[in-house]
């Protein structure tokens, strides 16, 4: 896990993706709409991304991309982010770990 606490440290959001993995985009997008700024590793562009990808699936990411973290904290997946967006609760993680300053709707 020390591998992933080196890339989420200090950093509000942080989104594991696979630059041809449609999830991942569409995960990246809906964050970037609330006016956050991710911080993006795209893991199938890097040497050792298959070291990245093990330990999110040690995790318990399945499928391993998108793995999202807020705040340092694994999040989850697709999934779990969609569903904190219809339960209006993931404007208040992104305020909290300050990815946003403001969120008004």
Same mark, same amino acid.
């Given at each position: 896990?020390?591998?992933?606490?080196?890339?989420?440290?200090?950093?509000?959001?942080?989104?594991?993706?696979?630059?041809?993995?449609?999830?991942?985009?569409?995960?990246?997008?809906?964050?970037?709409?609330?006016?956050?700024?991710?911080?993006? $590793?795209?893991?199938?562009?890097?040497?050792? +991304?298959?070291? !990245?990808?093990?330990? @999110?699936?040690? &995790?318990?990411?399945?499928?391993?991309?998108?793995?999202?973290?807020?705040?340092?904290?694994? $999040?989850?997946?697709?999934?779990?982010?969609? +569903?904190?967006? !219809?339960?209006?609760? @993931?404007?208040? &993680?992104?305020?909290?770990?300050?990815?946003?300053?403001?969120?008004?709707?």
């Amino acid at each position: 896990m020390d591998v992933l606490a080196r890339f989420t440290a200090d950093k509000p959001v942080v989104i594991f993706s696979k630059s041809t993995c449609c999830m991942s985009h569409t995960v990246k997008a809906l964050i970037c709409n609330f006016g956050a700024n991710p911080t993006v $590793i795209e893991v199938d562009k890097m040497a050792n +991304g298959y070291l !990245i990808e093990r330990a @999110l699936v040690h &995790l318990g990411c399945h499928p391993s991309v998108p793995a999202v973290f807020i705040g340092q904290q694994f $999040i989850g997946g697709a999934d779990k982010v969609i +569903g904190l967006k !219809i339960q209006n609760k @993931l404007s208040q &993680l992104l305020l909290n770990a300050k990815a946003i300053f403001i969120w008004g709707r």
